[in-house]
């Protein structure tokens, strides 16, 4: 036994643990070839099928990386790493509607989201690891998107708001597919808007449902214009009845054009304007509304003043 003090043993062991922490921090730097098993879940989107494979499937390779790597995936060897591949990456096995696997060629791509980064994989043991993918109950709904547009004094829309993808893919209970008709997006907000909005905008989630996609493009055109002024424009009675003449009610409206600027056609002719004897015959308030028979190229929206008239016998 060595005759030391326990000042002397305390400074002795402290050297011995500071030596086998330079060794350890040493021998967990350097690189290793080791084969590596992790389990994996696949997360696609499948048409008609379950976002998430059925089970673990366990992927092992041959790889290269340092001690540390090595460590961390021995103290996480029952942890379950979601790997997500795309539909068309992964291919369908014809003894198995529900099974589908992925290449090892193409495992390669997603090794970092396997065993993460600073891992080199040299091979893959499979030539191809196939997951199971359940089928699950779906419909294919339109999507209509809600919007709080402000614009600024003088601009407005020159199309629709529009998304695309325009229809989408429903997941769910049938009961509950059965009962919807449409699926909303968040409310799509713009204000003091002088120029063509799009972006990307989120589905409105519905619990126990799984939309194919969670978020779509959205696109509108927007247009200043100039406003073009026709007084006293003369409506055309159409769908007469034979032999009769018949009359608007006031004679004469007043037209305002909303033109698109710069203009893109002569919008100073006053334009042709009618009402439908058969809507008024069949109109319960006994009026009916004066339209244009063509819109201008250039013309976004108009207005006319009064909107309504009546429609009556010309003596």
Known sequence: ???????????????????????????????????????????????????????????????????????????????????????????????????????????????????????????????????????????????????????????????????????????GDPVQLSQLEFVTTDIIKHTSIVEDISGMISLTPISGLRYSVDEVHYMMDISRYVEIEHERIPIEVINTPPGKRMVADPLYVDVVLKCQFPLKSDVTKAPYLIVDYEEFRNSISGKVVVELQTMPAGVIDYEISPFFVTISEAY
């Open 1 to 171: 036994m060595l005759r030391l003090s326990t000042r002397e043993w305390v400074v002795l062991l402290l050297a011995l643990l500071l030596a086998s922490s330079i060794w350890l921090i040493h021998k967990l730097s350097l690189e290793y070839s080791v084969y590596m098993n992790v389990k994996v879940v696949a997360e696609s989107n499948i048409h008609g099928h379950s976002k998430y494979s059925s089970s673990g499937v366990e992927v092992m390779a041959k790889c290269r990386t340092t001690g540390w790597r090595v460590l961390y995936s021995y103290l996480t060897r029952d942890k379950v790493v979601y790997v997500n591949i795309p539909s068309n990456v992964l291919e369908s096995d014809p003894e198995d509607k529900n099974s589908y696997y992925i290449t090892s060629e193409r495992l390669h791509e997603y090794a970092d989201q396997i065993y993460g980064s600073g891992v080199s994989v040299d091979y893959f043991v499979s030539e191809k690891v196939s997951f199971k993918f359940n089928e699950e109950t779906w419909k294919e709904v339109p999507i209509k998107p809600v919007s709080t547009l402000s614009f600024e004094e003088q601009h407005l829309a020159v199309s629709e708001l529009i998304v695309e993808p325009d229809h989408v893919i429903v997941y």
